[in-house]
């Protein structure tokens, strides 16, 4: 598995790497960087991914993680990091280039996007569809039937009550407790959650 991005992010997945007795982790970097413990940090390969390795893009800002994936397009084969400590439902779904962390909580029918990350003990409960580059942060929860846009990232410990829908790139504030629907490109801070900003597309 070759991991992209040798940042702290990075780190926490070459962990569910090992975790799972990923064999062969291979850590690349358009930057130049010192080794990540035993594992020498080299420059992308001029001729692409191997054919018979896939890959995780370890970069937690999501529009970057965005960029790097439709750089690299269908030549590669992404694949998902999920740590053994977890609990996902059986009738979950989740898309490549996904990554779930230690005590992390996926129920029924949740169906999650490619390049998320669910973050440590972050929880996502039934019926819960995420889109593409999203990004839970640690102990979030959302609520039952709760709809989140492309690249939007709920900071730590923010809840949604069930039911809500939060638009695309969107920054729910650490702690928010969102009790209603987030229009797309807003911030939104506070207890309850009231929109700050609106970004413009």
Known sequence: MIVYGASGHG?????????????????????????????????????????????????????????VAERWGDNVRFGTAIHSFTNISKRAKIGEGTVVMAGAVINADTV???????????????????????????????????????????????ATIQGIRIGKWCNIGAGAVVIRDIPDYATAVGNPAKIIKIKTP
Do not use: F
């Open 11 to 67: 780190k926490v997945i070459i962990e569910i790497l090992e975790n799972i007795n990923t064999p062969d982790i291979t850590i690349w970097d358009d930057a130049d960087r010192l080794p990540v413990w035993q594992y020498p940090v080299q420059k992308p390969l001029a001729s692409g991914v191997p054919e018979n390795e896939q890959m995780i893009i370890s970069i937690g800002v999501n529009a970057t993680r965005k960029r």
């Open 112 to 158: 999650i996007g490619k390049h998320c990350i669910i973050n440590t003990t972050a929880s996502i409960d039934h019926d819960c569809v995420l889109a593409d580059y999203v990004h839970i942060s640690p102990n979030a929860t959302l609520s039952g039937d709760v709809h989140v846009g492309e690249g939007t990232h709920i900071g730590s410990g923010a």
